[in-house]
């Protein structure tokens, strides 16, 4: 009897999702602060109708 090596199944080269710009993934970070700071951060972040994130970022972006 002939030894075939199986060739079906597996994983392929190349295959799966290609990754385009790896500089402009996100990443997370976390804060800590008192509920109250951490509410009046959200409720100035609203009233500047920016996200928290964006709103914490820009304000971190600024210079002086």
Not at 9 to 22: C, E, F, L
Not at 30 to 36: L, W, Y
Not at 39 to 64: P, V, Y
Request: hydrophobic share 25%; glycine share 10%.
């Amino acid at each position: 009897m002939e030894n075939k090596q199986n060739t079906h199944g597996g994983a392929r080269p190349g295959s799966g999702p290609k990754r385009h710009d790896t500089e402009a993934r996100n990443k997370t970070m976390a804060i800590s602060g008192t509920p109250t700071e951490i509410e009046t951060i959200r409720q100035k972040a609203k009233a500047s109708g920016k996200t928290t994130s964006r709103f914490l970022i820009e304000l971190a972006m600024e210079e002086k």
